[in-house]
């Protein structure tokens, strides 16, 4: 059971750092200011985290290590609402 709750944590670090670590850019071509982009990744993470406290974002079981489709959805749409989407590629 250790195990198990184990590879649960990890997913949800994994997933995180997944959702973090991807190239944000500006549609309107303006630069990105590094400190508020942190600042905006840190406020879409809690959002994330709200988004699974009202409700699990996961399967009921975890088929792949790294973010579900809809918490995934959840962090890019936090994003987008602060003005930036997902690099090409990512």
Known sequence: MRAF???IASAVVLGGCASESKAWVRPDGQAINPAQ???DKTACQGELSKANLAGPLQN???TTL???PRAT???RDC???RGY???KGN
Do not use: N, Q, R, T
Request: aromatic share 4%; net charge negative.
């Open 5 to 7: 709750l184990a590879v």
């Open 37 to 39: 982009l942190e600042l």
């Open 85 to 87: 989407l997902a690099a």
């Open 66 to 68: 790294g973010p579900s």
């Open 79 to 81: 994003m987008a609402s």
């Open 60 to 62: 009921d079981h975890i």
């Open 73 to 75: 959805d959840v962090y």
